[in-house]
């Protein structure tokens, strides 16, 4: 069975209480629940995880290079500064997906541009939790 | 039964043909198949289309503001130049969705930016043919 | 009886539910109205149109350096990327004055520059529909 | 009956013989003698003061914002480096207008942006004294 | 017989009056005349269009990429802005050349810049129609 | 008994009226007797005033130079345009400390920029009238 | 009581002995003597730490934001590059005051600029120890 | 006898304490001693002035292009940021040349650039007291 | 009988074997043999040199501004950064073209500006060796 | 005997796997073996450690400070970004060498940039494994 | 007796002729004129030459540190470009003035920097002819 | 027997004198005796020259193209201003090696860019007469 790897940066633990205008209401947990689901409609093991180090998250990049088949990454705010982050995805092996709950682009400047999304195969910005499931949909979809 | 409408810009009438190492080999008559066939799933219709012109573009987006129910859109290379077709996007009470086929953060700079992003619920970029339907679930989905 | 060409841009068809906050509540057809009034007491006859199509707006525009004596442009969106609007203005023999509804310069950044500005005798911006009417004086007052 | 301040910046005080390929042959007394009349048509009383000093036109900034019932500005070069006279019109009530002689967007790159602008209810540019018609019309008009 | 499609872009339509001294006298009908005299040298057949419409142009360069075997283009004013026109460009199989009747690089720093110049084989610059006889010899030459 | 001066630029005599959701409910005398309160604690004696023009500020700074044993500048919009004003600073012998009401790094990015406050010890930025008493025990505390 | 987290970013456990030309001699035990003494007055408790680890420092925060009334950060070097230190200073409930011991403006360039003081009530920066004394009155005082 | 008006900017009459490494010893006093002395020699009258205000400044430029024939200007910190100064000089007819008494070209980048410059026949700069006198030479000599 | 001089910058007497995928394989003295070719038929004589010195590009530029009645000019590496060899085209009294043998705007940004463009009648770039006989036909042309 | 700490940053772990055709097949074992020959050469002693952690990256660098006597330190992603790493080389006082495996000048341009640059004796960029050795030698060598 | 050197950049050899309304009528034999008749006032010897060649002009220069007491350098182009050049000025251990005939600050904006003037005392722009004489005055005089 | 060609740009004949306290006390001299010791060990003969000409030291990049195995340079102020220099490095098919003796990214912002860092295999700044036998070691060693 197939493992896709889930990772979430900075401050994605806060999801439900932080700015929930921009964020919405959905906690972190309620977000993985969905993806849960969707892993067992698409037969896939999910490994789920956030972290607000930015060196904890590129051991994990690394680790679903060796160990996972395909990695969904929400940078969080390390994406507009992390080119150590952003190196880590270009040097494994397996499909990444890039996803932002909040549309960066209707936001200020400066997070209109990621560095992550220059080492995925393709961004998903603005849907909230559903972005994860579209995510798990393109990695792991036939 | 909700209308989605499905537009497209300049030169999506070649894909297949044009740059394939970049765009893919599928071509808009496939993506339409793939979009219909995930329409009914969904229960709604859609009306699909494509223009080189900018004008007729921002008129098609304006007539999806009356009588549509969501708008999914790949502005092609108009994205990066016109805040007419922002405007019109800013002036519709409808959702839309911004599609590329291709990864725009991997491309020229140029690339980068689109005035369009900042009009729409969400952007998907990096997907092929596949973004349309990830579109289509987040524009008519539950 | 001199004829004044009024030229109208993308979107402007829409005022009235368009972003009333910042384009107002008056419709195209009120600010027709007002112009009307406007041209008979000034005794020039109007020539009013609105397009989406820049390719339009730019024969509107050569057509009215030949039949028209004066020009009031409206170039919404396009005025602040259509370098091909701006050579049109530049191209033709008669007075030409630029009007925008809203207040460009307390918007977003891109939207404080117009190519069409470096091309008329003048700019009005802010003044709503009131704008177009102090246009007419300018160009067909004494 | 209603008082409408009408303040002009530096070497506004020379007009007619400065550089008058740019600003015209006009005098400001003959535009002062131009809205006075307009005024007695629109009922309201004047209150018509040039200065070199920027200290002096914030002051009367700030007094038209106690005791007119509309301002109209001419900032002249304090325009395009002003933060101050921005900030003083955006202290007081009443709504204000921008006036310059010539069209700004045609002259010097640094000429093309003002501080002001963005203070302002809408800004007037390249009509020569008629804009200061216009900008009383404008102001205290119906 | 050869054929090689020469398209004009928005304003071309009014060389000889447009703005002589920067443009020159000769017509589009001048320009034709020298091009179809120089095709009879080199045996090719022309197609020779103008429009002031981006989609327009957009449309015939996709059609001279199915059926001519070389493409001369004058974006005019649409090169500075049209990454769709590039697009185009881009997505046909068949040399082509820009040319523009002025030195662009003489002029207005956003002149200065042509999106389409990364789509063709090179480019003419600054010497009028003469400079349309040049891009024959160079698409349809030996 | 040393002696502090407090100067305060353009548009702080508005205050309390003056934009209150960005600038508090405080009125400069408020603010004056905070001042007052903590200087009879320091047992200093304050030289406290407010100008709307720069020449005026200068020639205050040059003033306490001489005459004071400590500076506390509000500069107001002056700060981000007057060289002159930094100079003055530069050019006295006693230290100096920048106060803003305002964040002003929260707010339009041309405020994020002070010439002044490259020649001072230090700057406290968004306390209200609380900052002058914090300056106060900066300048003129053991 | 009311506890008080202050934050300290990293290499700030060097100093008096780090360039002190430009930090001073002061110590951190120092500045946490000093801190102490002054929350006596206050009647409130401390929490005072400093972490050379960006995550830590973010887990910090966010723990601030549930325990403590108040924070006082110094971001230090993180401050010019962290978004995610911001975002986390975004989240959280609690008031929070951002201290450079350095006159951040007279240094290079670079760090004119912090990401954190968007996200904070106000910014003191050239005081050395002082500035943390400020800090606590701002949080903590009445 | 002809009359050279010599305006000096502000803190000019800081001379000889203000930052002396950088201005030297020299007092305005000095320097208009040393101009008095070129002034004979030449058979040309001086007014020499100095002022903090930048309005003053203005009037002073103003009353020169009236009385004198001639113009030396030592904008000091103006000259970074005064369109206004640059447009009293480009509105005189007499000949006016900028002096600055350190060389502006080795110091902070934002001195590099004046307004002023724009508008003289000719600037000296570096030579301290001296550029005085070479600037009395090039406007009042043979 | 006319001349014509044809002068060659930097490195181009590598050609043929310098970076051919981007130059090409014709070598210096192959194009000079088409030019010459060429020259005959237009009945000019031509005087064809190369250089990888500037300032034996400048004397050789004033030289045919002296004695030949055209000039072909490919500045090479010089173009994009020689404010001198721009000067000497200024200074002379002959017609002068620029050719590029490469496309130069769809190489690095810093190659898509040259000085010297501002300095000559047009410029050719892309169409290799071709480029000369083209220009030769503009210089020396009826 | 004098030891020297090699610290290495970011997805070095990686080396070999990684992009070999950027970053060569050496892995950084075989990197630490050639460091550790040179090593004995030179009679030091070596520290070698990696880390994606850019916190343990600089608590190693004020460790190596306190207990090395000279560091090299390849700082891979986080010199591009890290302030903080700057700073804790500025913090130090024993020499350090900067190392980058590929020649960052020929790759993207925010490659080109470190801040850890300006905190170093010197910098060693494009040599691979060898770079190291070079570093050493310069770092331990006579 | 001292001697002063005068090197003269590229393309004053044609003074007089090239571009005589920036450049003025004086030849380069003109201005040497005037300068040797200045040069027997102040009894000094003068050493004035004229090149092309950028490196003709740096040993020239560095001649001049040797055997010179002053120099005198009109770098003309080389200015804008030549960080070679002003590192020369600055190996020498003699004084240096910058001259240009024409004001380059009424220029193009290119020409409003140059390298050179960060490595002299001082810079004398836009006094033709009398410039030098100027310098030779600051370099030769008491 | 293998030769080494290491070429000196502009002012490096003046090492030893020239700004000790940035480029060191040793001589050119010096360095070459250094790098022919270094030589003999490696067995390889040197060919070591230096020149203030661009046009000199692009002909004998050129040479070592053909007849050295190898290219040492240290390009100087050229290094950041010659894109043709740049180009011939391109042009050869030996490995070069660039080389600093000051770490350029801790001087100026305008040195810290340079073209021939693109052409070469890699740099080596900051290392002094050091940096030369390290780059020995690289292009000759095994």
Same mark, same amino acid.
């Given at each position: 069975?197939?493992k896709i790897a889930i990772i979430?940066?900075?401050?994605?633990?806060?999801?439900?209480?932080?700015?929930?205008?921009?964020?919405?209401?959905?906690?972190?947990?309620?977000?993985?629940?969905?993806?849960?689901?969707?892993?067992?409609?698409?037969?896939?093991?999910l490994d789920f995880r956030?972290?607000?180090?930015?060196?904890?998250?590129?051991?994990w990049i690394?680790e679903a290079g060796?160990e996972a088949s395909g990695l969904i990454i929400?940078?969080? %705010? *390390? #994406?507009?500064?992390?080119?150590? +982050?952003?190196?880590?995805?270009? =040097?494994?092996?397996i499909?990444a997906?890039?996803?932002?709950?909040?549309?960066?682009?209707?936001?200020?400047?400066?997070?209109?541009?990621?560095?992550?999304?220059?080492?995925?195969?393709?961004?998903?910005? %603005? *849907? #909230?939790?559903?972005?994860?499931? +579209?995510?798990?949909?393109?990695v =792991?979809?036939?």
């Amino acid at each position: 069975m197939k493992k896709i790897a889930i990772i979430n940066g900075p401050n994605l633990n806060l999801l439900g209480t932080r700015e929930p205008e921009i964020y919405g209401k959905e906690t972190l947990a309620d977000i993985r629940k969905r993806c849960e689901k969707k892993a067992r409609e698409l037969s896939v093991k999910l490994d789920f995880r956030q972290s607000n180090h930015e060196g904890e998250l590129i051991d994990w990049i690394q680790e679903a290079g060796r160990e996972a088949s395909g990695l969904i990454i929400n940078p969080a %705010g *390390f #994406g507009h500064s992390s080119v150590a +982050m952003m190196d880590a995805l270009l =040097a494994i092996p397996i499909p990444a997906v890039e996803v932002h709950l909040s549309n960066i682009f209707r936001r200020e400047e400066f997070r209109h541009h990621t560095y992550t999304s220059r080492a995925v195969r393709g961004i998903i910005s %603005g *849907f #909230g939790g559903l972005g994860y499931v +579209m995510a798990l949909e393109a990695v =792991a979809g036939k």
